[in-house]
């Protein structure tokens, strides 16, 4: 993973780069790096830690002038996090520096062989190896940085976004991409280069995205030239127009971007259907499955590709596309599906699901999905995402960035969306009634507000999380529409609190998880309504007789569970279908409280990162 960032104008690099860090590092956080061309010389400075404890130690080490830059924050993949292995990364004769993203897959046989020629390194990274494989090349074929660049990235296997300058011809920046993202940003004299466009959304709306196998070099004054890496034929880029706005990207008041996030969800669900869904009419209009529709008609089934919490919506969708559509549906982690030589035919449709748009797992899912004739569909909440590049079509989320590693809008934001989806084919497949398909129209419009009421239970939830915040383990569970949601908030915990929690199909408690029930462990079971409501009860009472301790979910106005749970959480009625877009809330919600109540670090949990672009 990690965040790049650099700077090239008439501006004061360092305070760019540094705020621009900071906005990365949900891409991963144990170590930063910066390196600064001052007039004379280069200036670097990096340590283990957050983007703060850089700035701690640039105080006391370097001098910040300068208007070129490159910077880094880290989530470490080849060496521990340490100041040594944090970047950026010098080559042997100290011209040339480098920040890098991914991972150099075939470093070890390259290291040995600079080695021979007797190059040193003092880290254990993979990128060390590529800046001195670089100035070799530069070197020894005596050509300028870019074509150095090109020949080095020609000999490597891997994932990378670069950036690398030389001090000795510091009014250019040279970056490349190959599986990880890299943006640069166009402004007036002045450029600038990031993981995503959040570094630079005040300095300008203009931005290219690099594709995979090209590169740039990034001169003051000039126009940025792409080049392919493989053959250096020259591309002519296209600059996008971005949509962002600063306010999306900062705090606006909340503790957490998480909680912020989470506040946002009936704003967010409500972007997601705005313009798509039209109950009066009674139509859904969303023009990548429109365009697409005998695909989707004709397919044998679909399968659905995905990692983490967006898998989990996956497993919503797999209930809501076979209920409503009646098309047979398989959720595979992309992870797996791209390693277990799965049979993929071309009446395949595949849907890849991905907050960022960047999981380096999923994109390797659907590169498979397409070489085997499948028609890939992607669902992304980032815009211009190299997975909303990659598939054939598509839908985006408009939940807006998402910036706290655990995600929340982005996943009622993808449920939302796989439900439009879903309702649109089984209009079409003729397989639901029209009051029925009018009733869910009207009642997925109600959600935001239905979101809303279920988010003013947050004082009764701070209540219980104070209650069951020293718990070492946690039990969730749900039936149906809700088992996945029962994954998703046992994830939510582990993930900010560092609680061990599982989710489990509340029927299949009792083929192992209730031998872990006694009286310490907190038992959440999602318990509405509707969908096997009478069943979850009993699952309840099996808990009780055991000591467990009860946090149920509920449908407003709920009797049953109340009178033997230990804690109600209500949500407002909704269709069965619709229900995990409110029974997550809560989830979200008391894993929040328990991680805040803990001290954690809810926005950067340890070891995680947001996105995840390497496999
Ligand atoms: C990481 C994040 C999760 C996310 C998963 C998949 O593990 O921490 O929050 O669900 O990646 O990411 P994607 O961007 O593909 O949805």
Same mark, same amino acid.
């Given at each position: 993973m990690c965040g790049i960032v650099?700077?090239?104008?008439?501006? @004061?690099?360092?305070?760019?780069?540094v705020k621009g860090l900071r906005r990365l590092e949900y891409r991963g956080y144990d170590s930063a790096g910066i390196a600064l061309y001052d007039g004379n010389d280069i200036q670097m400075s990096k340590t283990k830690g957050k983007v703060d404890d850089l700035e701690q130690r640039v105080r006391k080490e370097i001098k910040t002038a300068g208007s070129v830059g490159i910077g880094h924050t880290r989530w470490a993949t080849h060496g521990v996090p340490n100041d040594v292995n944090s970047h950026?990364?010098?080559s042997n004769s100290g011209d040339l520096v480098i920040i890098h993203n991914g991972i150099i897959e075939n470093y070890e046989p390259l290291k040995k062989e600079l080695l021979n020629r007797g190059y040193h390194f003092t880290s254990d990274t993979d990128t060390e190896v590529l800046v001195n494989l670089i100035e070799d090349v530069k070197k020894n074929e005596d050509v300028k940085l870019g074509k150095a660049v090109q020949i080095a990235l020609n000999q490597v296997v891997g994932a990378y976004a670069i950036a690398v300058f030389d001090r000795n011809k510091p009014d250019e920046?040279?970056?490349?991409?190959?599986?990880?993202? !890299?943006?640069?940003?166009?402004? /007036?004299?002045?450029?600038?280069?990031?993981? @995503?466009?959040s570094p630079f959304i005040e300095y300008t709306n203009n931005a290219i995205y690099l594709e995979d196998e090209e590169m740039a070099i990034v001169r003051r004054h000039k126009k940025v030239k792409v080049r392919k890496i493989k053959d250096d034929s020259l591309v002519d880029p296209y600059v996008q127009e971005l949509q962002l706005n600063l306010e999306e990207i900062e705090k606006g008041g909340y503790d957490h971007f998480m909680l912020k996030e989470i506040y946002e969800q009936p704003r967010a669900i409500l972007d997601t259907y705005?313009?798509?869904?039209?109950?009066?009419?009674?139509?859904?209009?969303?023009?990548?499955?429109? @365009? %697409?529709?005998? /695909?989707?008609?004709?397919?044998?089934?679909?399968?659905?590709?995905?990692?983490?919490?967006?898998?989990?919506?996956?497993?919503?969708?797999?209930?809501?596309?076979? @209920? !409503? =559509?009646?098309?047979p549906v398989e959720v595979e982690y992309a992870s797996e599906f791209r390693y277990r030589n799965p049979v993929i035919t071309e009446n395949d449709v595949v849907i890849a699901i991905s907050q960022s748009g960047e999981t380096a797992d999923t994109l =390797?899912?659907?590169?498979?999905?397409?070489s085997k004739g499948a028609f890939v569909f992607g669902v992304c909440n980032v815009v211009g995402s190299s997975i909303s590049r990659e598939t054939h079509a598509g839908a985006y989320t408009h939940a807006g960035p998402e910036i706290g590693v655990a995600s929340?809008?982005?996943?009622?934001?993808?449920?939302?969306?796989?439900?439009?989806? =879903?309702?649109? !084919? =089984?209009?079409? /497949?003729? %397989?639901?009634? %029209?009051?029925?398909?009018?009733?869910? !129209?009207?009642e997925l419009e109600l959600i935001p507000e239905k979101v809303e009421r279920t988010l003013q239970s947050n004082e009764h939830i701070v209540g219980i999380s104070d209650r069951y915040k020293d718990a070492s383990n946690f039990l969730y569970l749900g039936r149906g529409y809700n088992f996945p949601v029962a994954l998703e908030g046992a994830l939510k915990l582990k993930e900010i609190s560092y609680i061990h929690a599982e989710g489990y199909p509340a029927a299949e408690m009792k083929h192992g998880p209730i031998a872990l029930i006694d009286e310490q462990m907190p038992v959440v079971v999602i318990a509405t309504k509707k969908g096997h409501y009478e069943k979850v009860v009993s699952n309840i009472q099996e808990i009780k007789s055991r000591k467990g301790k009860i946090i149920g979910i509920v449908t407003e106005g709920d009797k049953s569970v109340k009178n033997l749970a230990d804690f109600v959480i209500e949500v407002p009625e909704t269709l069965e279908s619709l229900t995990p877009l409110l029974t997550t809330i809560p989830l979200q919600l008391l894993s929040y409280h328990i991680a805040v109540m803990r001290g954690c670090n809810v926005d950067q949990p340890r070891n995680l990162a947001k996105s995840v672009t390497v496999e």
């Amino acid at each position: 993973m990690c965040g790049i960032v650099g700077y090239i104008g008439y501006r @004061d690099a360092y305070p760019i780069i540094v705020k621009g860090l900071r906005r990365l590092e949900y891409r991963g956080y144990d170590s930063a790096g910066i390196a600064l061309y001052d007039g004379n010389d280069i200036q670097m400075s990096k340590t283990k830690g957050k983007v703060d404890d850089l700035e701690q130690r640039v105080r006391k080490e370097i001098k910040t002038a300068g208007s070129v830059g490159i910077g880094h924050t880290r989530w470490a993949t080849h060496g521990v996090p340490n100041d040594v292995n944090s970047h950026p990364h010098y080559s042997n004769s100290g011209d040339l520096v480098i920040i890098h993203n991914g991972i150099i897959e075939n470093y070890e046989p390259l290291k040995k062989e600079l080695l021979n020629r007797g190059y040193h390194f003092t880290s254990d990274t993979d990128t060390e190896v590529l800046v001195n494989l670089i100035e070799d090349v530069k070197k020894n074929e005596d050509v300028k940085l870019g074509k150095a660049v090109q020949i080095a990235l020609n000999q490597v296997v891997g994932a990378y976004a670069i950036a690398v300058f030389d001090r000795n011809k510091p009014d250019e920046i040279v970056v490349a991409r190959l599986g990880s993202p !890299l943006t640069i940003g166009i402004g /007036k004299d002045e450029f600038f280069i990031a993981s @995503d466009a959040s570094p630079f959304i005040e300095y300008t709306n203009n931005a290219i995205y690099l594709e995979d196998e090209e590169m740039a070099i990034v001169r003051r004054h000039k126009k940025v030239k792409v080049r392919k890496i493989k053959d250096d034929s020259l591309v002519d880029p296209y600059v996008q127009e971005l949509q962002l706005n600063l306010e999306e990207i900062e705090k606006g008041g909340y503790d957490h971007f998480m909680l912020k996030e989470i506040y946002e969800q009936p704003r967010a669900i409500l972007d997601t259907y705005r313009g798509r869904l039209r109950v009066n009419d009674g139509i859904i209009k969303m023009a990548g499955v429109d @365009d %697409n529709i005998e /695909k989707f008609l004709n397919a044998n089934r679909i399968i659905v590709v995905a990692c983490g919490t967006s898998w989990h919506a996956g497993l919503v969708a797999e209930y809501i596309f076979e @209920d !409503l =559509a009646r098309i047979p549906v398989e959720v595979e982690y992309a992870s797996e599906f791209r390693y277990r030589n799965p049979v993929i035919t071309e009446n395949d449709v595949v849907i890849a699901i991905s907050q960022s748009g960047e999981t380096a797992d999923t994109l =390797a899912a659907i590169k498979l999905a397409k070489s085997k004739g499948a028609f890939v569909f992607g669902v992304c909440n980032v815009v211009g995402s190299s997975i909303s590049r990659e598939t054939h079509a598509g839908a985006y989320t408009h939940a807006g960035p998402e910036i706290g590693v655990a995600s929340t809008k982005a996943f009622t934001t993808q449920i939302t969306v796989l439900t439009l989806i =879903a309702l649109r !084919l =089984a209009k079409a /497949k003729g %397989n639901i009634s %029209n009051t029925d398909y009018h009733y869910h !129209l009207q009642e997925l419009e109600l959600i935001p507000e239905k979101v809303e009421r279920t988010l003013q239970s947050n004082e009764h939830i701070v209540g219980i999380s104070d209650r069951y915040k020293d718990a070492s383990n946690f039990l969730y569970l749900g039936r149906g529409y809700n088992f996945p949601v029962a994954l998703e908030g046992a994830l939510k915990l582990k993930e900010i609190s560092y609680i061990h929690a599982e989710g489990y199909p509340a029927a299949e408690m009792k083929h192992g998880p209730i031998a872990l029930i006694d009286e310490q462990m907190p038992v959440v079971v999602i318990a509405t309504k509707k969908g096997h409501y009478e069943k979850v009860v009993s699952n309840i009472q099996e808990i009780k007789s055991r000591k467990g301790k009860i946090i149920g979910i509920v449908t407003e106005g709920d009797k049953s569970v109340k009178n033997l749970a230990d804690f109600v959480i209500e949500v407002p009625e909704t269709l069965e279908s619709l229900t995990p877009l409110l029974t997550t809330i809560p989830l979200q919600l008391l894993s929040y409280h328990i991680a805040v109540m803990r001290g954690c670090n809810v926005d950067q949990p340890r070891n995680l990162a947001k996105s995840v672009t390497v496999e």
